[in-house]
């Protein structure tokens, strides 16, 4: 009894530690909560399917008997300023093959952007580097959310590729064909997205036992010329806090922008739930 009772703080952390290590990638479905709202916020979720190490992003994909859900939770910096320049693409092969051919894309959210006077950019990017030195981190980071909030708050499109019902490939958020996308940030700085498209769209019977494929995208930042690689340039989507916004200088300057005009992803499995 004794030595139970030495062996049991042991036994509770280690299955502490089990509980909160999660899959790279989702192994399990998951039936959606009753009181599912998609509203950018993560208030049924409670602990996600999975963490992936390569996106790094918290996800969970459900379901219904109506739609499919994905949920997803950034917290990192450099993760949510890749959000922010490319959005998140969410790849559905109903046929069950990793391929985005003959897949249904979502891809959301789609913040736009201006060039502004392409003849002061060298000029607003020394004053607004100027203005971060003078900032404290305190102060930066939170004007980095807010400008996050009102970005977001201003989506009013997702695009929406190879649905057979509608030929459009942008539709708007309050669209008729029952696609949902809304993506806040909370008051933590973190990035909470939430997603349903209807079953019906994707020409999938409710009782399905058929295994579809699905693939999460980050997009990056689009390689238009116009973004400029330059140590002291920060994206005017990431505000510039000096950690992914402002990249400085320097080897890891080159990493970090390199990083985020390359897209990252991974496939993963899913068959519905009754």
């Given at each position: 009894?004794?030595l ?27 039936l ?19 963490e ?26 450099e ?78 499109e ?61 997009n ?17 989507f ?18 970090s ?18």
């Amino acid at each position: 009894m004794k030595l139970f009772y030495t062996l049991l703080p042991i036994l509770l952390l280690s299955i502490g530690v089990s509980a909160q290590k999660l899959p790279d990638v989702q192994v399990k479905g998951v039936l959606a909560p009753s009181t599912i709202r998609i509203d950018g916020k993560n208030l049924e979720w409670g602990t996600f399917a999975a963490e992936n190490k390569r996106t790094n992003l918290w996800y969970t994909i459900a379901n219904d008997d109506k739609n499919l859900y994905l949920a997803i939770k950034a917290n990192d910096n450099e993760t949510i300023t890749k959000i922010m320049a490319g959005g998140i693409s969410f790849t559905i092969n109903t046929k069950g093959k990793k391929r985005e051919q003959d897949a249904i894309v979502v891809t959301y959210p789609l913040i736009a952007r201006t060039n502004g006077n392409r003849g002061n950019m060298g000029q607003n990017r020394q004053r607004a580097g100027q203005e971060r030195q003078e900032q404290g981190q305190k102060e930066r980071d939170s004007i980095n959310l807010a400008q996050r909030k009102t970005q977001l708050a201003g989506v009013k499109e997702i695009k929406a590729l190879g649905f057979k019902q509608f030929s459009d490939t942008l539709i708007s958020i309050y669209n008729e064909h029952g696609i949902k996308a809304v993506a806040k940030m909370d008051d933590q700085g973190a990035y909470v997205y939430e997603a349903a498209i209807p079953l019906s769209l994707l020409e999938i019977a409710a009782g399905s036992t058929n295994e579809i494929a699905y693939q999460i995208k980050l997009n990056g930042l689009p390689n238009t010329g116009n973004f400029a690689m330059r140590a002291n340039a920060a994206p005017a989507f990431g505000g510039g806090n000096g950690r992914g916004g402002n990249f400085g200088g320097g080897g890891n300057a080159n990493a970090s922008r390199q990083d985020l005009m390359t897209a990252t992803d991974f496939w993963g499995k899913y068959i519905l739930q009754k």
